[in-house]
């Protein structure tokens, strides 16, 4: 590489190029921060024209780091660490305000029972956003979103926020109105499994068929609280029901499964320290800490 320095550099190029090598594209850098595909290619480009060098190797398909790309990447990454790290304890750039962007049933079962603990250990205005729709997703320009999958999404930030589990529960008063194949049961829309894989696994038949069908849990979970019928719910979302004795298990089994809620932050908008405590409030038990 040509002597360049660090500091003659425009920091925008200088991002450009560490979120593309992170996420091994220039689509999901582009994903990422906000811009075009374009104008990451063209930052990366003036980028490698004043070092001198190639930075990427690009095919039609993929691209991959170079050896001198490889090599100066660590190097970007630290000073970028540095710069955020830096910031935040000189000059309080830690931001007091944060959106969080969610379902409605996450931010009514998981979010709010944490949301004393996030405003005290963290100190900062909360707003909540209910995510409706996908279509939100390519105008969501919140710091903080809470997705439901696998966990693939290309953010710098991202964290499960629970093991997900499924077992069937009910009112203690409708497990008494006869045997437990025999009860009406409650169907939510959605990507979680249904009744399908539970009768599969357990043995259970497949009739009757839920009479009464909802397209959020929170509803359904309101319907079950009513007796209205048997739920197949997500056990970490009803914890506090089940310690209530509102709702109690039906049946022993537990319907693992591989998706689950994840927390994703923009690198941009947190710093890494506040990510981690906020991963830590919104991932741990709900109220207040009481620990030192």
């Not at 290619?41 to 003036?46: E, L, T």
Request: with cysteine; glycine share 8%; proline share 6%.
């Amino acid at each position: 590489m040509q002597n360049a320095g660090f500091d003659q550099l425009p920091l925008e190029w200088i991002r450009a190029f560490e979120t593309a090598a992170r996420l091994g594209s220039f689509t999901a850098a582009a994903t990422e921060t906000g811009l075009t595909q374009s104008a990451i290619s063209q930052r990366i480009a003036h980028l490698e024209n004043r070092l001198g060098a190639r930075l990427f190797a690009r095919e039609a398909r993929r691209i991959s780091l170079t050896a001198e790309g490889e090599a100066w990447l660590p190097h970007v990454q630290a000073a970028l660490a540095g710069l955020r790290d830096s910031s935040e304890a000189l000059f309080g750039v830690a931001k007091n305000r944060m959106t969080l962007s969610a379902s409605a049933s996450i931010i009514e079962l998981w979010l709010v029972p944490r949301l004393a603990r996030l405003t005290a250990e963290i100190g900062v205005q909360v707003k909540l956003r209910t995510m409706v729709v996908s279509s939100d997703e390519a105008k969501d320009d919140t710091a903080i979103r809470v997705r439901y999958g696998s966990g693939d999404w290309p953010v710098a930030y991202k964290r499960p926020l629970y093991d997900e589990a499924f077992g069937l529960v009910a009112t203690p008063e409708l497990l008494t109105q006869g045997p437990l194949a025999t009860l009406p049961r409650l169907a939510v829309a959605g990507p979680r499994p249904g009744w399908g894989p539970w009768c599969e696994q357990t043995g259970m038949p497949t009739t009757p068929l839920p009479e009464l069908r909802f397209d959020t849990f929170s509803l359904g979970l309101a319907a079950a609280r009513a007796g209205l019928g048997v739920l197949i719910a997500s056990l970490p979302l009803v914890g506090e029901d089940l310690a209530r004795g509102t709702l109690v298990r039906a049946s022993r089994h537990v319907l693992p499964h591989h998706e689950t809620y994840w927390l994703l932050g923009a690198r941009e908008r947190m710093s890494r320290r506040q990510w981690e405590r906020l991963g830590d409030c919104l991932t741990g038990p709900a109220g207040i800490s009481r620990t030192g």
